[in-house]
């Protein structure tokens, strides 16, 4: 926000940038809400992500987005594993971890 604000309420992101607390509390939410599960600095050219710690206050008050955001962690970090298949049925959201095939040797 362009609006001068005490120092009390300004946090450091970690990337030299300072926020108010209400202007990150709105930005995580409309990231979250657009599905974004990793938040990042809202200051034009950077890309350092906001802090899990950053990102639960802001959404402490919001007991549906806090949800949201979980899932969206949860399917980010289950999106990199190459064993995991979804049930192909609408609506189904179980997956199935599938143990890679043991190399068998042969003895000649």
Do not use: Y
Request: with cysteine.
């Amino acid at each position: 926000c362009d609006e001068q604000k005490a120092s009390s309420l300004m946090i450091p992101l970690g990337c030299r940038q300072w926020i108010c607390r209400i202007c990150l509390r709105r930005w995580v939410r409309v990231q979250v809400d657009a599905g974004v599960a990793d938040v990042r600095c809202p200051f034009p050219g950077c890309s350092h992500v906001v802090t899990e710690a950053q990102v639960l206050a802001a959404l402490w008050k919001s007991p549906q987005l806090r949800s949201r955001w979980d899932t969206l962690k949860l399917e980010a970090a289950l999106s990199g594993m190459s064993q995991l298949f979804r049930c192909p049925t609408a609506g189904c959201e179980n997956a199935v971890l599938i143990a890679p095939p043991k190399s068998s040797t042969t003895l000649a």
